[in-house]
């Protein structure tokens, strides 16, 4: 046999060599990395696989086969190591796998290098061993990854739902939750599990309301449409309004209340309008039936709903300025980004305040209008519950106060709206809050609506410094009881908690425990040392621990330990500091945002999705905030970029305060942008809504879109994504949700979770759908407008879908 010729023979050896030093020096990084987390305490995995990485690394480098079995020792450590830490869960394993794997592959390789004649023919033979280890190895990983988490299947699901609301949905969508009930469940059922398969668009609407750069905007609409008799009836992300021809998509009129840019808070929002008929109007009367928006800039729009044209008897020339009697407010900081809540003829509206600014925003004063003339009834300052109105001359509303920036729901017949409240005024401190803040903030509030005054309340959040203001509408149902039927409502939380409550007190009627929490922090003595927790059910998880720390290598999962050791972290309610970061878990996202729930009241089924993700935070002292430059708040001499832009960028001022606020929405690394904990980061789940107990539970959103340095990995494997949006459910036992970042909408089985069908959009699906017959044919409609915080692309496009002629 020819001898190797020397080129071929060096340019093995140039492969061993590169092999080795990769080797060398991802085992100095993991040595050095693992010495430090074992000195904080953490796994000594990485600091010993560290060393043998290296060790293998060196041998490699100087040409010896020796190198290739310390590595394969260490890959056997990795393995072993791996399962005895996550068991059979993929994705915790997928770091202890998939990278070892590749190298073994290389190192494997350098064998014919090291031992030429030894290994010439086994070269083909151990390559193929090691193809088929890997492909077992990885379609191992992916099956544990994609196996759906199941609960225990009640024995009935069939309970009794009944909507209080005046609107209620059926052929129509005549409010944004299908009615201000929020039940979020459409009576049709043409659309089942046998037919859904063969769901296509049906026609495709532009609104043309798109950010001069959608690369680089804060677009992001919301928006999902009401449908009333013959009219589709939207508005679009800067307040455009909207009316369809619900059967082609055609528009029928346009009106554009002209919003400035400036005013754009942190997102450019608007996610519905509301439909009212005026009681004994003539059917051709100018706005006998009118649509009514809030605006970015502060504003109550009301048009006709047949011509779009401003209801001149609706404030001056259709329109209504809330932000009267709130004094000094800046270009974005008063907004309303959700549509009202009309009951008993009062419109009822917040707003949003932005976030992270300074103590001393505006108001978040409640505001109730006549529907008519848009004349205000009554305003509910929590400060000074003694106005009745506007403040008196020379006064304005109390400044820096919780406001409810999402959506209200209501009960016509015991005239309540329930008001999801927020937090005061920069959520991470505490120390100059109100004692009415202190009592409402993070509340749900029954107000009266002919007298704006509280009725009850329930709050969620005592003293809350982590942002977990109340985002989903209560959703109101006739709960099932021994008795009958009780009136009451589900509350959503962002800490995951569902509360049930008796809609007409606020009593629960499933315990609420109060359990002890931690009280330390900046402000020890103004936390509460218990926090109510639901005994009904919760979309939380058990705390987190170092082994939920995650990274698509060793090391990435490494660093992510490393941070996690180094912050403050004592379970859930761990209270902010300032020394060093402390976990915030779940992050302000949720468990439930403004999606809110759904509730399926034939088979009595609660669906909700929800996020699974912490933040990484901490106070930044304000002499050390001055130092970095934090930018100023909105509207004073400076307007950060990605800072400063309302609690979700990397650092806000919190002006008035001892700190400014550091916050990493999700815990991502820096460079690649993987999240710190591992899989899921969302789920979708099926309750009973009767005892409570989950029915299935399933990660809810795929990898395609998502991938290190933000590059789309296109890969069709349930991760579980953060979403944003809810779902509807429908008679017919298929629900319908976006929301997550896959850019997808699907149609779920609400008995077994199974996606039935999707359909990719052309922008991201952060919007809640709508279901509406119209000629005898049922049709879903989703927007597709993607969203600027969920890094999903910009789009302008509302896309309906129906059974096929």
């Not at 064998?111 to 088929?132: E, I």
Request: aromatic share 8%.
């Amino acid at each position: 046999m020819q001898d190797e010729t020397p080129t071929r023979l060096r340019n093995r050896s140039v492969f061993a060599i590169v092999v080795g030093a990769i080797l060398a020096l991802a085992g100095v990084v993991l040595a050095v990395g693992g010495a430090w987390l074992a000195l904080l305490g953490g796994s000594l995995y990485y600091l010993l696989v560290g060393v043998l990485l290296g060790l293998a690394g060196f041998l490699l480098i100087r040409q010896l086969a020796l190198g290739v079995w310390v590595y394969v020792g260490a890959y056997v450590i990795s393995l072993v190591w791996g399962l005895a830490e996550a068991g059979l869960d993929g994705w915790a394993l997928l770091p202890f796998t998939v990278g070892p794997t590749v190298l073994l592959v290389l190192v494997l390789l350098t064998l014919p290098t090291l031992q030429p004649d030894r290994w010439r023919w086994r070269v083909p033979v151990g390559a193929g061993v090691v193809v088929v280890l890997a492909l077992i190895i990885g379609g191992f990983v992916i099956s544990r990854v994609n196996q759906p988490a199941v609960g225990a299947v009640p024995a009935r699901l069939a309970a009794t739902v009944a909507d209080p609301s005046l609107l209620k949905p059926g052929t129509d969508w005549p409010a944004y939750g299908g009615s201000y009930a929020a039940q979020r469940y459409s009576p049709l059922g043409q659309i089942t599990p046998e037919n859904v398969d063969q769901l296509q668009r049906a026609w495709v609407f532009h609104t043309g309301d798109m950010p001069a750069d959608p690369a680089d905007s804060k677009y992001g609409a919301e928006t999902t449409p009401l449908k009333v008799g013959n009219t589709l009836y939207l508005c679009s992300a800067t307040n455009i309004l909207i009316a369809l021809d619900p059967a082609t998509g055609q528009q029928r009129w346009r009106y554009d209340p002209q919003v400035g840019e400036e005013w754009i808070p942190y997102t450019a929002a608007c996610r519905g309008v509301a439909y009212h008929a005026l009681p004994d109007a003539a059917p051709d009367q100018a706005c006998a039936t009118r649509i009514i928006e809030g605006t970015l800039d502060g504003r109550l729009i009301a048009v006709d709903a047949q011509t779009g044209r401003p209801c001149a008897d609706f404030g001056t020339n259709g329109v209504v300025d809330i932000k009267r009697g709130m004094g000094r407010v800046e270009p974005g900081m008063v907004s309303i980004t959700s549509p009202p809540t009309i009951v008993q003829g009062v419109i009822v509206t917040g707003h949003q305040v932005l976030d992270g600014q300074k103590r001393s925003a505006p108001s978040g004063v409640i505001q109730g209008f006549d529907a008519v003339t848009g004349e205000k009834r009554w305003a509910w300052d929590m400060v000074n519950p003694q106005w009745t109105g506007d403040p008196p001359d020379g006064e304005e509303y109390a400044r820096g106060t919780p406001n409810m920036w999402t959506i209200a729901s209501g009960d016509e017949a015991l005239g309540l709206v329930y008001l999801p409240m927020g937090n005061s005024a920069v959520d991470y401190w505490s120390g100059s809050r109100r004692p009415q803040e202190d009592e409402f903030s993070t509340s749900l509030v029954a107000l009266d609506v002919n007298t704006g005054k509280p009725r009850w309340h329930f709050q969620t959040v005592h003293r809350d410094v982590w942002d977990y203001d109340l985002g989903a509408q209560a959703t109101l149902v006739d709960f099932p009881s021994g008795n009958g039927t009780v009136p009451a409502l589900i509350l959503p939380s962002k800490q995951g908690d569902m509360y049930v409550l008796d809609r007409r007190t606020g009593q629960p009627i499933f315990p609420v425990q109060e359990r002890r929490v931690p009280r330390t922090g900046v402000e020890p003595q103004r936390r509460s040392p218990t926090q109510p927790f639901s005994t009904y059910h919760t979309l939380a998880f058990p705390d987190l621990t170092e082994k939920d720390m995650w990274g698509m290598s060793p090391i990435d999962q490494m660093v992510c330990r490393i941070q996690f050791r180094q912050a403050e972290y004592r379970g859930v309610y761990t209270p902010p500091t300032a020394e060093k970061r402390f976990v915030e878990y779940p992050g302000y996202n949720g468990g439930t945002d403004w999606g809110g729930i759904a509730v399926d009241p034939v088979r009595g089924v609660i669906l909700a999705n929800y996020n699974n993700m912490p933040n990484y935070n901490r106070l930044i002292p304000r002499e050390e905030a001055e130092r970095l430059d934090v930018p100023a708040p909105r509207g004073e001499e400076v307007r950060g970029g990605s800072m400063g832009e309302g609690g979700h960028g990397s650092l806000d001022p919190q002006a008035g305060t001892p700190y400014a606020i550091a916050v990493n929405a999700g815990w991502r690394l820096p460079l690649t942008g993987l999240l710190c904990k591992r899989p899921p980061y969302g789920g979708i789940r099926a309750i009973d809504m009767r005892t409570g107990r989950t029915i299935w539970d399933r990660p809810f959103g795929t990898a395609r879109r998502n991938g290190p340095w933000n590059i789309p990995s296109m890969l069709p494997v349930n991760i579980g994504t953060p979403n944003n949006g809810g779902a509807v459910v429908t008679s017919g036992g298929v629900a319908f949700i976006a929301a997550a970042t896959d850019n997808l909408i699907r149609a779920i089985d609400i008995e077994t979770g199974e996606t039935l069908w999707h359909d990719t959009l052309p922008a991201g699906g952060q919007a809640t759908p709508s279901v509406y017959e119209i000629n005898g044919k049922q049709y879903v409609v989703i927007m597709a407008g993607g969203h600027h915080f969920m890094e999903t692309p910009i789009g302008d496009e509302l896309i309906a879908y129906a059974l096929p002629d």
